[in-house]
């Protein structure tokens, strides 16, 4: 078992924190909002810290999963940052969804501590979060990546390296392309149903049997039919996501026309009303049309 620290307990981070501590780790946590902290507490015990510096004193682990670049700089470089309580061979585990800039620019920093740094971001959602059950894409030094892997798949149905610092944010950038073409495309297709005067529960039956088959249609299609939206991954989190995708292609030479449009598609969901609405709102945006 690990002496670990959990940074970041918000919807993602207090399960897996909780998981870890399931799982017989030593775990101290820290949140920004020192409630959530001493409730995670009361919840699966632990220790609590009042600075990510703190936090990570003393930890083999150090693990964070907060908002954006600027929260990751805040827990890691400010002056009560990790990185300035961590001891050299620990390893710090960034499972934000941030940018391959900061990855690397954190992994040189660590290394030159003395310590690993492995940038992890995640899949699945606040449900595979709470069921243990996310895909985790890493980018770093392989040695460090060894010593994390077993105690991440606390939390984790997949966790595999994909190659250096970096990596492993280009990879969770993939997937949130892929997911916003499927999401628009999923969003189209039932409204397209509905005005052809389809059977929507009966079209998607059939065709969730073929080709057309996703996550997203086998989760997302009896509440886009509803209208229900009130729950899920939120449209502000996944703009942020694609504002990476698009910084970083702009970098890379990468072409995403589909990306950048469904991009513009959720701001005119935000407009509507929709910024807190999970990501398959889309079809809102077209039935209001």
């Known amino acids: 078992m690990a002496k670990v620290a959990f940074l970041g307990l918000g919807v993602m981070g207090y399960p897996m924190a ?41 930890q083999e682990i150090v693990f964070a999963c907060v908002g954006n670049d600027a929260d990751v700089r805040a827990v890691t470089l400010a002056e009560d940052g990790a990185f300035n309580g961590m001891e050299a061979g ?29 940038d992890a971001p995640v899949s699945g959602g606040q449900a595979g979060a709470e069921n243990g059950a996310l ?45 916003a073409g499927l999401v628009e495309a999923l969003a189209e297709g039932l409204h397209f149903a509905r005005h052809a005067g389809l059977d929507t529960e009966a079209v998607v039956d059939v065709i969730s049997k073929g080709a057309a088959q ?13 209208g229900k939206f009130d729950f899920g991954f939120a449209v502000d ?33 935000q407009n509507m009303g929709g910024a807190r609405w999970d990501t398959s709102s889309l079809i809102a945006r077209l039935d209001a049309k």
């Open 214 to 226: 996703s996550w997203q249609m086998d989760h997302r299609q009896k509440t886009m039919i509803q």
């Open 90 to 118: 620990a390893i710090f585990v960034d499972h934000t969804t941030a940018s391959a800039v900061i990855a690397r620019e954190l992994h040189a920093n660590a290394k030159s501590r003395g310590f690993g740094f492995v």
């Open 18 to 58: 909780g998981h870890l501590k399931k799982k017989g780790h030593g775990v101290t946590v820290y949140n920004r909002t020192l409630a959530k902290a001493e409730k995670w507490v009361g919840e699966f015990g632990g220790a609590l810290a009042r600075t990510p510096r703190t936090a990570a004193a003393g």
């Open 135 to 179: 895909s985790v894409m890493s980018g770093g030094d392989p040695e460090d990546y060894a010593v994390v892997e077993p105690v991440i798949k606390a939390y984790a149905r997949a966790c595999r390296l994909i190659g250096p610092a970096g990596a492993g944010q280009l990879t969770k950038m993939v997937n949130q392309i892929c997911i």
């Open 237 to 269: 989190w996944m703009r942020k996501d694609l504002a990476i995708c698009l910084d970083e292609a702009r970098r890379n030479g990468a072409n995403l026309p589909v990306a950048a449009l469904v991009d513009q598609f959720y701001s005119e969901v």
